[in-house]
């Protein structure tokens, strides 16, 4: 994770809308619903995964976000405002004693997507100090940082509940999460031809009625 530069009062900045109404992305058919921590309400990437798998909307089951294209990726910066947000990538770690380090192993999707689209910020994901007094979690959930890098880079690796110990206790660095939703598709029914039979007799019926009568 980069060297925490933002203080709690930027966090406590962001204006974005608790518990939005999804929003729609053209691009691809989606929907989108940002969710703000409050001082009462914050989850851990756990917790926020189950809590988005909980939710449905247009017949379709949420799930932590999933940013599969620039396109997606650009749509959830600049229209949703994600930033300080969880998001739905995780990673899976192992210590490797032989380097005294924690390595990374590969970065996946809740959704079993291919992982190949990636805009990390400049050094990320390099879990920073895992398992230290700092960071006492593994830094294997993918967040939004808080501001993008000259060349666009905007993701940064945390921990599970996205915190850092500072002097004066814990300090968090995410805001809430972005939930996204697949609409379930609705297939015509196909109507049998006995009904298209019957209906265009009954409308020749009907018109010969009203010849007769004049």
Same mark, same amino acid.
């Not at 940064?156 to 939703?181: C, H, K, M, P």
């Not at 609705?186 to 009907?206: C, D, E, Y």
């Given at each position: 994770?980069?060297?925490?530069?933002?203080?709690?009062?930027?966090?406590?900045?962001?204006?974005?809308?608790?518990?939005?109404?999804?929003?729609?992305?053209?691009?691809?058919?989606?929907?989108?619903?940002?969710?703000?921590?409050?001082?009462?309400?914050?989850?851990?990437?756990?917790?926020?995964?189950?809590?988005?798998?909980?939710?449905?909307?247009?017949? $379709?089951?949420?799930?932590?976000?999933?940013?599969?294209?620039?396109?997606?990726?650009?749509?959830?910066?600049?229209?949703?405002?994600?930033?300080?947000?969880?998001? $739905? $990538?995780?990673?899976?770690?192992?210590?490797?004693?032989?380097?005294?380090? &924690?390595?990374?192993?590969?970065?996946?999707?809740?959704? $079993?997507?291919?992982?190949?689209?990636?805009?990390?910020?400049? *050094?990320?994901?390099?879990? &920073?100090?895992?398992?230290?007094?700092?960071? /006492?979690?593994?830094?294997?959930?993918?967040?939004?940082?808080?501001?993008?890098?000259?060349? *666009?880079?905007?993701?940064?690796?945390?921990?599970?509940?996205?915190?850092?110990?500072?002097?004066?206790? %814990?300090?968090?660095?995410?805001?809430?999460?972005?939930?996204?939703?697949? /609409?379930?598709?609705?297939?015509?029914?196909?109507?049998?031809?006995?009904? &298209?039979?019957?209906?265009?007799?009954? %409308?020749?019926?009907?018109?010969?009625?009203?010849?007769?009568?004049?």
């Amino acid at each position: 994770m980069l060297i925490k530069l933002f203080t709690a009062l930027f966090f406590a900045s962001a204006s974005l809308p608790s518990f939005a109404s999804p929003v729609f992305n053209a691009s691809n058919g989606h929907y989108y619903e940002l969710h703000t921590f409050t001082d009462d309400w914050r989850l851990d990437w756990s917790e926020a995964k189950a809590f988005a798998e909980n939710l449905t909307y247009e017949g $379709g089951s949420g799930y932590l976000a999933t940013v599969t294209s620039q396109e997606e990726d650009d749509f959830l910066w600049n229209v949703l405002g994600a930033q300080g947000s969880f998001l $739905g $990538g995780f990673d899976v770690s192992s210590y490797d004693s032989n380097l005294d380090q &924690w390595q990374h192993q590969a970065w996946q999707w809740v959704t $079993g997507e291919a992982f190949s689209y990636a805009n990390w910020l400049p *050094g990320e994901p390099n879990h &920073w100090r895992d398992n230290s007094s700092l960071t /006492p979690d593994n830094e294997d959930y993918l967040m939004y940082w808080w501001q993008a890098d000259s060349n *666009g880079g905007r993701w940064n690796d945390t921990n599970l509940n996205a915190s850092e110990l500072t002097d004066t206790g %814990i300090r968090y660095i995410t805001r809430g999460l972005v939930v996204e939703f697949t /609409p379930a598709v609705t297939s015509h029914v196909p109507v049998p031809q006995s009904v &298209w039979l019957f209906a265009t007799g009954l %409308i020749l019926l009907i018109r010969r009625a009203g010849n007769s009568t004049h």
